[in-house]
């Protein structure tokens, strides 16, 4: 079984990152093809977003959410939309792997805890600094309260 655009009209889709038919080189099969053992053509969809330089990608995206997903979502979006698709499948399959329940979710509220505690650091650093520049401040005003009580007053 091969993987091609049903409303494709006989144009290559993948024609900005493989070689079309009628070039000379020839190019292996994509990633996702050769992991499920099938025949790549110059129509398959999943190519242009799995090279077979980046097998790792496929085989995560596939493991989460199944090749027949991967395929039905990307023939439901426009062609310009599908790359960075790809690229949100395979970010959030990777955070599957490292937390099954939560995926990025649990990554993104892991970061807004630390990005909160990190905020009350500064504030409390910013107030210590505060406090810090008042006391130089005031130790700046009493020296030169001495100094001028020292000299007197010309009119004295």
């Not at 999943?46 to 990608?57: K, M, Q, T, W």
């Not at 892991?110 to 401040?137: D, G, P, R, S, Y």
């Amino acid at each position: 079984m091969e993987y091609s655009d049903p409303t494709a009209t006989g144009t290559n889709i993948a024609s900005s990152s493989r070689p079309a038919a009628s070039h000379p080189t020839v190019q292996g099969p994509c990633a996702a093809c050769k992991f499920l053992r099938r025949r790549c053509t110059d129509r398959c969809m999943l190519a242009p977003y799995f090279p077979s330089s980046e097998p790792l990608n496929f085989i995560i995206a596939h493991k989460v959410f199944g090749a027949s997903n991967v395929i039905k979502l990307l023939q439901e979006l426009p062609e310009w939309k599908r790359a960075d698709a790809v690229s949100s499948m395979v970010y959030e399959a990777n955070a599957r792997m490292r937390d099954p329940v939560y995926g990025c979710a649990g990554a993104i509220s892991q970061l807004h805890n630390q990005l909160c505690e990190l905020q009350k650091e500064l504030a409390v650093t910013q107030a210590e600094l505060a406090i810090v520049q008042c006391q130089q401040q005031q130790l700046n005003d009493s020296i030169n309260f001495r100094y001028h009580t020292k000299l007197g007053s010309p009119w004295e």
